[in-house]
């Protein structure tokens, strides 16, 4: 079975110009060639190359080489290029894994450049410190965003059923996942996806509960008890035909193509605000952005965090160049108007304002979410630690175990435990 996260042994082994534009180039014209990875579909790139083609018309001399992958080949490909010393100009970076390349060297702390080519006053204290490792910034943040649930509501409604809203408890979404099979007469459809080994979606169960998968030094923030209950309410749903059997879930590839509700088997899927976009254009139905469900009397279990951000590869030979077009990047509106909320919400107070107007229903409904989540908002928890995409990767598929009945939830619990005590203590 393909994995869809990068490991760290992997890693280790291997639209016209506006007048009230915030940019204006920095740099005097010089032959420079950048180049700029990133991963994401076909409709970022096209967004993306727009705005590359906005900038180099505006900075003549510096010219971007750009290429884009899916997730899984961006980052292989991208531990190679680390191990080589041939890392990017310009990198997208995800939050999982800004810690794991910072303390590698692999990116350029940033500091030194703040109001000195990259202007991130109007991005306000928090979606900044979001970026820094150790006190130093290693990233800019693209845009902010959280877990959510993407509901397909005209399917709970054609069955005369409510749909999930933003107060659901766990049990109450349990009942609903059972009440939907007992009405449903489709074969091969079910109420949600199977989230059992969705990162996001335990690490926001463990908040709840006052914990997490990480501490705060760390380590393991979660017991066997703790996955223990966590397999065992998803076989629970599962023994009430209220998810997706595992022969159908082991076919998602971390693509929003391959998700079981794009694929017509759930009316639930587990994804972050930002991928409503493109959730949308795969499906016919308007769909719905809503809260994880919820403990009652419980510590908030989302957070906001950078959805991307923009890194510059320590071993560039233009970091002036880098940084003057991540600046554009973030702080010209017509970068902006290309952009829209591809990446999250901006992070900037005056981009947003600047969009507002100009979004369509698909946008206005990201940012009501994200509006709408604050009182289950909680604190950013700090970078994960190196080991992470290793655990994520144990999840997933002992998850998988679980759901085929190889594992007792009970026996899924221990080995993801004693996997991840491994993980965390390799180094």
């Given at each position: ?11 280790l082994?291997?639209?016209a ?12 014209a010089?032959n ?8 994401g579909?076909d ?8 705005v590359i083609?906005?900038y180099?018309?505006?900075?003549i001399?510096v010219?971007?080489?750009p290429?884009h992958y ?6 292989q ?5 680390v191990?080589i010393?041939?890392t ?5 970076m995800?939050?999982r894994?800004?810690?794991l ?7 350029l ?6 109001n000195?080519g990259l202007n991130l ?11 820094r ?25 054609d ?10 408890t766990?049990?109450?979404f ?8 007992n009405?449903n007469n489709m074969?091969?459809?079910y ?10 979606l ?8 006052g ?16 996955m ?14 209220g ?13 929003i ?5 794009v694929l017509?088997?759930?009316s639930?899927?587990f994804?972050?605000?930002n ?7 795969h499906?016919?139905?308007?769909l719905?952005?809503?809260a994880?469900?919820?403990?009652l009397n419980s510590p ?6 950078p959805?991307q ?8 030979k233009?970091p002036?160049?880098a940084v003057?077009?991540v600046?554009?990047?973030?702080t ?5 108007q290309?952009?829209g909320l591809d990446?999250?919400i ?8 600047f969009?507002?107007p ?8 990201t ?17 994960p ?11 997933q598929n002992?998850?998988h ?9 009970r ?8 996997e ?8």
């Amino acid at each position: 079975m393909k994995n869809n996260l990068i490991s760290r042994r992997q890693f280790l082994g291997a639209s016209a110009l506006l007048a009230n534009s915030m940019w204006v180039p920095a740099l005097e014209a010089k032959n420079t060639t950048l180049r700029f990875n990133w991963w994401g579909g076909d409709n970022r790139a096209a967004l993306t190359n727009k705005v590359i083609e906005l900038y180099q018309q505006r900075q003549i001399g510096v010219t971007l080489d750009p290429k884009h992958y899916d997730w899984l080949d961006y980052w292989q490909d991208f531990t190679t290029q680390v191990a080589i010393r041939r890392t990017p100009d310009i990198i997208q970076m995800d939050f999982r894994y800004l810690k794991l390349y910072a303390e590698h060297k692999a990116l350029l702390p940033l500091d030194s450049y703040l109001n000195k080519g990259l202007n991130l006053d109007s991005f306000g204290a928090a979606n900044i410190d979001s970026c820094r490792v150790n006190g130093k910034l290693y990233g800019v943040n693209l845009g902010i965003n959280s877990a959510a649930m993407v509901v397909a509501s005209k399917k709970w409604n054609d069955l005369s059923l409510d749909s999930p809203g933003f107060d659901m408890t766990w049990d109450n979404f349990i009942d609903h996942c059972e009440a939907y099979a007992n009405k449903n007469n489709m074969p091969n459809t079910y109420a949600t996806s199977d989230g059992s080994g969705n990162e996001e979606l335990v690490n926001n169960w463990l908040r709840q509960r006052g914990k997490g998968l990480y501490s705060r030094d760390g380590g393991l923030g979660f017991s066997v008890a703790d996955m223990t209950e966590w397999f065992a309410m998803w076989a629970q749903i599962r023994g009430v035909k209220g998810c997706v059997p595992p022969d159908i879930q082991v076919l998602q590839k971390h693509s929003i193509e391959t998700s079981p509700l794009v694929l017509g088997y759930s009316s639930i899927d587990f994804a972050h605000s930002n991928m409503l976009l493109n959730y949308q254009k795969h499906y016919e139905s308007p769909l719905a952005l809503r809260a994880f469900p919820i403990i009652l009397n419980s510590p908030p279990g989302h957070y906001y965090k950078p959805s991307q951000m923009l890194s510059i590869g320590a071993n560039t030979k233009s970091p002036e160049e880098a940084v003057d077009f991540v600046n554009f990047f973030v702080t010209a509106p017509e970068a902006a108007q290309v952009l829209g909320l591809d990446r999250g919400i901006p992070a900037s107070d005056s981009i947003r304002a600047f969009l507002m107007p100009t979004l369509d229903d698909v946008g206005r409904r990201t940012v009501e979410y994200i509006s709408k989540l604050k009182p289950f908002v909680g604190d950013l928890p700090p970078p994960p630690p190196a080991e992470a995409g290793e655990i994520a990767i144990s999840l997933q598929n002992i998850a998988h175990e679980v759901a085929f009945k190889r594992f007792t939830p009970r026996e899924g619990a221990e080995k993801f435990y004693r996997e991840s005590s491994a993980f965390v203590h390799q180094s």
